[in-house]
């Protein structure tokens, strides 16, 4: 059986702005950044997956949350796919996820 990527876009529809589903305070973040962050421990610069451990997109509200609080920047744009936001974690990141497995 083959598998197959299916493309997202997981951009707010009406100009809404996107919630990132999980609870988190500027601190302390959700289960759900915290996954991702991690991600990007071992990762060569700190890169941030795209996709989840299943194939999954990460969800944009996801990543622009850990964005808004200095936890990931963006990386480079990617001319392709100019809606997948490519970012790799902030010392600020790697700090949160320390101190999140203390």
Same mark, same amino acid.
């Not at 601190?27 to 421990?41: A, C, D």
């Not at 996801?62 to 974690?89: H, M, Q």
């Given at each position: ?6 493309? %997202? ?7 809404a ?10 601190n ?30 990460i969800?944009?509200? %996801?990543?622009r ?5 200095? +936890?990931?920047?963006? +990386? ?7 809606? +997948? ?18």
């Amino acid at each position: 059986m083959a598998l197959r990527l299916v493309e %997202t876009n997981n951009a707010p529809r009406d100009g809404a702005k996107a919630k990132d589903s999980g609870k988190a305070s500027d601190n302390k973040p959700s289960e759900q950044q915290l996954k991702y962050l991690r991600r990007g421990i071992n990762q060569p610069g700190g890169k941030l997956p795209l996709f989840d451990e299943y194939g999954r997109e990460i969800p944009d509200a %996801t990543i622009r949350s850990c964005i808004d609080r200095g +936890w990931a920047e963006p +990386w480079f744009g990617n001319p392709i796919k100019p809606y +997948w936001l490519v970012c790799k974690l902030t010392e600020k990141g790697r700090k949160v996820v320390k101190d999140a497995a203390n």
